[in-house]
C-alpha cells in the first residue's frame, strides 16, 4: 500500500475555531489589537500572530479596507476570516472567525510529497459495497474542515477521509496526483470500493478533473459533490490576494497598481481565473453516465448592497486613472462588471451562483450560505451533541443515492 495513507484512530476533532467581535470604536481598529484578542481567545504568543497581520490602524468604512478583508479571507481560506459587523449596541466591530492551525505547532504536509490523506482507522476496513467518502478542500484551505460532515456520514455507516495537498500545485497536478495515490491504493485491495468525491471551492475542480480526465485513474469513482466550486471561474482570482494588499491598513494606489502588474499569482488561482486554459478544457468534457454529479450553490453572500457598492466603485474609480487601466484591464475586466460573487442572491462572497453550476449538471442545489459556511460547523452548535447542516444533509442523501445505484448495480449483475 502506498505511503501516503496515514492511519488515524479516529476522526480528528480537536482543532480549535473561535469566533469573536472585536469592537471599533469611531470605526476604527489596530492591528495589533486585534493581533492580542486572537492571542487571548487562542492562548497563543501575542507576536507570532502579530508576524502574519500587518501594522497601523484601519478604517471599518473604508471601502479600500472592505476589499482588503476579502482578500485576505482568499488568501487563508477556512482558517482565517475577517467581515464587517454590527454589534448589538449599534456599533461597528470586526468579526474574526479563525482556526488555530493557521499557527501550528507541528509539522504539515510531508516534505517529500504533495499529498496526504488523513482517514478513519478502518477506511478500507468497512462494507465494500458502501462507497468511500474522500474529501477536497479548498484554495488554502484545511483537510479538518471536514471533519463535521465527516462524522455526520460516519454515524451511517461510511468510511471517510480527507485530503491535504499542496495549494500552490497546478490543479491538473494535483488531480494527477490524487489518481495515481488513491487509485493504486484501491486497485490493490480484494474487494472493489467506490469512491465518492466531496470537493469545496477548488477541491471540486479537482474533484471534477480527476473524474472527468479520461487519463486518469478514476474507475472507482461514482459520484462528485461539488460545494461551492468556480466551475467558470471567479473574479477574485484575477488579482494575487497578498498581505501587501492592506499594508499599513490600508493600500495606495500605487501600491495596487504595482502590486496588479507585477505579482504573479500561483498556478492555482491561475487554473480558477474565468477563462483559463485549465478551465477551458474542463468545461469542453462530456460528464460520465456513470458518476452522479451534484452541485451545491451558495447564495448567502456575507456583503451588504452598501458595501457591494462602495466595492464595486472603488474599481470603477481605477478607469478614471490616466493609462492605468488600459494596462490591468485584462485583469480587473471581471471586477468592472457586475462582480456576482459579492452580491447576496447572486453569489457567496467568493464565487458567483451561475460559475459554481456545474457545467452540464442538473442535480442543483441553492443554499442560503457563504462561501465558507458551506463546509464549517455552524458557530452556534459546536458545543452541541446533536449537529445539523443543511449541506451535510444534501452530501448525505447523494451518497446514499449512490449507494442505492451501486446495489442495483451489483443485483443487476448477479441476475
Given amino acids: 500500500m502506498s505511503d501516503a495513507w496515514f492511519p488515524e484512530d479516529s476522526l480528528t476533532s480537536d482543532f480549535t475555531m473561535v469566533e469573536l467581535v472585536i469592537s471599533a470604536p469611531a470605526g476604527r481598529i489596530r492591528w495589533n489589537q486585534v493581533a492580542a484578542t486572537l492571542a487571548t481567545a487562542l492562548k497563543l504568543d501575542q507576536a507570532s500572530i502579530e508576524e502574519k497581520l500587518p501594522d497601523g490602524e484601519f478604517d471599518l468604512s473604508s471601502p479600500a479596507v472592505s476589499l482588503s478583508l476579502l482578500a485576505i479571507n482568499l488568501t487563508f481560506g477556512d482558517r482565517l476570516s475577517f467581515s464587517i459587523a454590527e454589534e448589538e449596541n449599534g456599533r461597528t466591530g470586526l468579526l474574526v472567525r479563525c482556526n488555530a492551525d493557521l499557527w501550528p505547532t507541528g509539522s504539515g504536509l510531508a ?58 500545485r497546478a490543479i491538473a497536478v494535483i488531480a494527477q496526483g490524487l489518481s495515481e495515490v488513491v487509485g493504486a491504493s484501491l486497485d490493490s485491495l480484494p474487494s472493489r470500493h467506490a469512491l465518492v468525491l466531496v470537493g469545496h471551492s477548488m477541491g471540486g475542480l479537482i474533484g471534477r478533473e480527476w473524474t472527468n480526465n479520461p487519463a486518469l485513474n478514476n474507475q472507482s469513482i461514482k459520484g462528485l459533490v461539488t460545494l461551492g466550486s468556480p466551475h467558470r471561474g471567479s473574479a477574485w ?14 493600500f495606495e494606489f500605487a501600491q495596487v497598481s504595482d502590486l496588479i ?4 499569482s500561483s498556478p492555482a488561482l491561475r487554473d480558477i481565473a474565468p477563462g483559463s486554459a485549465f478551465l477551458n478544457a474542463l468545461n469542453a468534457r462530456t460528464p460520465r453516465l456513470d458518476v452522479r454529479y451534484t452541485s451545491v450553490v451558495g447564495i448567502g453572500s456575507p456583503f451588504d448592497a452598501a458595501t457591494v457598492g462602495k466595492i464595486q466603485q472603488t474599481f470603477r474609480d481605477l478607469q478614471h486613472r490616466d493609462g492605468f487601466v488600459r494596462l490591468i484591464r485584462p485583469r480587473i475586466e471581471p471586477l468592472l462588471g457586475g462582480f456576482d460573487e459579492l452580491v447576496r ?71
Fill in 345 to 415: 442572491g447572486r453569489g457567496d462572497g467568493m464565487v458567483a451562483a451561475q460559475s459554481a453550476a456545474m457545467c452540464g449538471t442538473e442535480d442543483l442545489v441553492e443554499v442560503d450560505l457563504s462561501h465558507f459556511a458551506l463546509v464549517r460547523m455552524p458557530g452556534d452548535q459546536r458545543t452541541t451533541k446533536k449537529v445539523s447542516h443543511p449541506v451535510w444533509e444534501v452530501v448525505l442523501e447523494r451518497v446514499e443515492s449512490c449507494h442505492q445505484r451501486l446495489r442495483l448495480h451489483e443485483s443487476d449483475v448477479d441476475r
Fill in 261 to 264: 502588474l507585477h505579482s504573479p
Fill in 111 to 168: 516534505t517529500d510529497g504533495m499529498i496526504k490523506i488523513h482517514h478513519d482507522a478502518d477506511w478500507l476496513r468497512l462494507d465494500p459495497a458502501r462507497p468511500l467518502i474522500l474529501c477536497l478542500h479548498g484554495l488554502n484551505g484545511t483537510y479538518d474542515s471536514f471533519d463535521g460532515l465527516r462524522q455526520k456520514l460516519r454515524s451511517h455507516g461510511y468510511a471517510t477521509a480527507a485530503v491535504e495537498y499542496d495549494c500552490e
Fill in 237 to 250: 482570482a484575477t488579482l494575487p490576494p497578498l498581505m501587501q494588499l492592506f499594508a499599513n491598513g490600508e
